[in-house]
């Protein structure tokens, strides 16, 4: 397992952009998957976006277009860049790693809180 620690969330007029970033203990280059998951009040946790150490990205369909998730190998720090934000998106957003393709997400973050409101 890997301890991981996000930041960047804050609050946002709708339209708005913000850049989330999550910071890993040690190195992520080995995990195959680094993704972002958000929950939002009264509702249950979803997934957001992946990106494996090969290169591919996958985005829940809610976000494609808006979201971009990235990974600095170099650096042990995945991002997660969010454009046109909507009131939809309003939830507390979580850092998850997958050792393997087939492996359940078993290390998170504590969380950063994203607001979109006017």
């Known amino acids: 397992q890997v301890e991981l620690v996000e930041s960047g969330g804050g609050l946002v007029q709708p339209g708005g952009s913000l850049r989330l970033s999550c910071a890993a203990s040690?190195?992520?280059?080995?995990?195959?998957?680094v993704g972002w998951h958000r929950q939002a009040p009264g509702k249950q946790r979803e997934w957001v976006a992946t990106?494996?150490?090969?290169?591919?990205?996958m985005y829940r369909d809610s976000v494609k277009g808006r979201f971009t998730i990235s990974r600095d190998n170099a650096k042990n720090t995945v991002y997660l860049q969010m454009n046109n934000l909507k009131p939809e998106d309003t939830a507390v957003y979580y850092c998850?790693?997958?050792?393997?393709?087939?492996?359940?997400?078993?290390?998170w973050g504590q969380g950063t809180q994203v607001t979109v409101s006017s």
């Open positions: 998850a790693t997958k050792p393997r393709l087939v492996s359940t997400w078993d290390s």
């Open positions: 040690r190195s992520i280059l080995s995990i195959y998957g």
């Open positions: 990106a494996s150490n090969s290169g591919v990205t």
